[in-house]
């Protein structure tokens, strides 16, 4: 299986607001619902993004230094630099669902963690692929109070 590049849309890709429930705290605290909700907003901006395949839609949802860690990849550092690789393609997302286990969140930061999967189309091919794995991401309230992925490491399954 061709996954090479894939981490990029996958990443980002990871996460609408499906699996949030049951694993959301605050270090120490109740977490605001305006947090919450701007958390949503992003995750529901990532498979949005991920499923239209916009190279800017994608990059916009990363801070200016957000650094993505994709399996067997070197680290993507900088937005301008993700969008580069998201522009490359080679694949077509056919579906993406995220299953968010567990959020923290501690003032303007959070942490997430979870799992997906991922049914894609390779570009010149017929069959589709799936795609399994977990991911790691840190977020980042904007100034404009927006939240924004900052870091993401994310791994397939062992098979």
Same mark, same amino acid.
């Given at each position: 299986?061709?996954?090479?590049?894939?981490?990029?849309?996958?990443?980002?890709?990871?996460?609408?607001?499906?699996?949030?429930?049951?694993?959301?705290?605050?270090?120490?605290?109740?977490?605001?619902?305006?947090?919450?909700?701007?958390?949503?907003?992003?995750?529901?901006?990532?498979?949005?993004?991920?499923?239209?395949?916009?190279?800017?839609?994608?990059?916009?949802?990363?801070?200016? *230094? %957000?650094?993505?860690?994709? #399996?067997?990849? @070197?680290?993507? $550092?900088?937005?301008?630099?993700?969008?580069?690789?998201? !522009?490359?393609?080679?694949?077509?997302?056919?579906?993406?669902?995220?299953?968010?286990?567990?959020?923290?969140? *501690? %003032?303007?930061?959070?942490? #997430?963690?979870? @799992?997906?999967? $991922?049914?894609?189309?390779?570009?010149?091919?017929?069959? !589709?692929?799936?795609?399994?794995?977990?991911?790691?991401?840190?977020?980042?309230?904007?100034?404009?109070?927006?939240?924004?992925?900052?870091?993401?490491?994310?791994?397939?399954?062992?098979?």
């Amino acid at each position: 299986m061709r996954t090479k590049g894939l981490p990029l849309i996958l990443a980002v890709t990871c996460m609408a607001l499906t699996g949030i429930a049951s694993g959301c705290r605050a270090m120490g605290q109740a977490i605001d619902a305006n947090d919450m909700a701007g958390i949503a907003k992003l995750h529901r901006g990532d498979v949005a993004a991920t499923l239209s395949q916009d190279p800017d839609a994608l990059a916009a949802l990363w801070t200016k *230094d %957000g650094v993505l860690f994709g #399996e067997g990849d @070197r680290p993507v $550092v900088g937005r301008q630099a993700l969008r580069e690789a998201y !522009a490359k393609g080679g694949w077509k997302v056919l579906s993406y669902t995220p299953h968010i286990l567990d959020v923290a969140v *501690d %003032g303007d930061a959070a942490v #997430e963690w979870g @799992r997906f999967e $991922v049914s894609f189309r390779t570009t010149g091919t017929r069959q !589709a692929e799936e795609l399994h794995g977990r991911f790691l991401r840190a977020m980042k309230k904007q100034p404009d109070g927006k939240w924004r992925f900052t870091r993401i490491m994310w791994q397939k399954d062992p098979q």
